[in-house]
């Protein structure tokens, strides 16, 4: 059980009583060191500045505990906040520092509590709509093979429709499942970028138009903090965007800053326009630009639907978003879209290749070994 804590009027009231005590003292040693010693103030001047010194000594040390603002608590605050906007998981904060600090803590950590669990729900719920949405559409898909051969176009029709319906609730329940679950680990990115790579190139090996992919992954190895399946998912959905909205070319780079390792897709499409970019990332939004690229899902080139909703790159923000990351948008080199990717280097091997780095451009000389002589 928490001990109940002192109110202002109560804290008020022991500095009160200290300042009292420590004069009070200070005036007992003068008085007795005048009437008996007969000593001159030059005398009595050190034990007069001792006690004002030990009181304000602790009028420091019990404002500095129970009035400053904890400096450290504001921080754990600020990034609590920050990292709860990013629909990250966020532990509860210690209860510390003045009553106000702790209010305003204790009101962060419930805040915390019902978002998480407002986000679970969430995930319930679209779960059970997908499993409720899918047991008609299995019907109806029983019904559309039974009816096979009478009528082909309305068999061919239905089906496109079940297909849609079933994209849609799978973008929907990615939507909501985007950050959960996800153990972040220290993996090799251009690793990860060369494999959906090789099996973008292996999908489009049986298509008769083929895509010039132009890969410029960096050489260096670029060590990341993340969850592997998400950035390969991240990938696939813009390599996706490219391939349907532009026309035969994509080019795929990486490399990496101080802090921060990215990626970049471009394409050769119609590019895009400042207010285009503001909302390309938003959920539902379609159509937004004159090429279709809003998603990854939508109106592909033959015009067919094939059962978009607008949540594609919708996914792709809040996944490097949980991520720490950030994400660019701008204009390829052949007037397409072009989408950057920055992901948080793992720390200590990011530290590890700058040395690295420096090593190979002869800025740290390698120690001589000392051949000791007999």
């Excluded at 093979?145 to 799978?170: P, R, V, W, Y």
């Amino acid at each position: 059980m928490k001990k109940p804590c002192p109110s202002l009027r109560a804290w008020f009231s022991y500095i009160l009583y200290l300042m009292l005590g420590s004069l009070l003292f200070s005036s007992l040693i003068t008085l007795l060191l005048v009437t008996f010693e007969k000593l001159a103030f030059s005398a009595i001047f050190p034990y007069l500045f001792i006690s004002v010194f030990v009181v304000g000594l602790s009028l420091f040390a019990v404002f500095r505990r129970y009035f400053a603002i904890p400096k450290r608590t504001l921080k754990a605050m600020q990034k609590a906040v920050i990292d709860m906007g990013k629909g990250r998981k966020v532990s509860p904060l210690p209860e510390k520092g003045t009553p106000a600090i702790r209010s305003v803590i204790r009101a962060l950590n419930q805040l915390s509590v019902a978002l998480k669990s407002q986000e679970s729900d969430r995930v319930v719920l679209m779960a059970g709509v997908s499993h409720d949405l899918r047991t008609p559409l299995t019907r109806i898909r029983l019904a559309m093979e039974m009816m096979e051969g009478k009528d082909d176009f309305l068999t061919e029709s239905i089906h496109q429709d079940i297909e849609e319906c079933n994209a849609m609730i799978d973008q929907f329940i990615d939507y909501q499942r985007a950050g959960q679950d996800m153990p972040f680990t220290c993996c090799e990115l251009n690793e990860l970028l060369e494999e959906v790579i090789e099996a973008e190139q292996r999908g489009m090996s049986n298509v008769d138009n083929m895509i010039d992919i132009e890969n410029r992954l960096s050489k260096d190895p670029i060590f990341i903090l993340a969850h592997p399946l998400s950035i390969k998912r991240v990938l696939v959905n813009m390599f996706t965007n490219a391939r349907r909205y532009g026309n035969g070319w994509i080019r795929i780079s990486s490399g990496s800053t101080e802090k921060f390792g990215w990626f970049q897709v471009e394409d050769n499409g119609t590019g895009i326009t400042k207010e285009e970019a503001t909302i390309l990332f938003q959920p539902f939004k379609q159509g937004v630009r004159a090429s279709g690229i809003s998603s990854n899902d939508g109106v592909n080139n033959d015009g067919v639907n094939n059962g978009g909703v607008g949540l594609g790159l919708a996914i792709i923000h809040r996944i490097i978003c949980i991520h720490g990351g950030s994400i660019q948008v701008g204009i390829s080199e052949k007037e397409g879209l072009s989408i950057r990717v920055y992901i948080p280097l793992s720390t200590a091997l990011s530290t590890s290749l700058k040395i690295q780095k420096l090593k190979a451009q002869n800025k740290i000389q390698p120690k001589r070994p000392v051949i000791k002589m007999s």
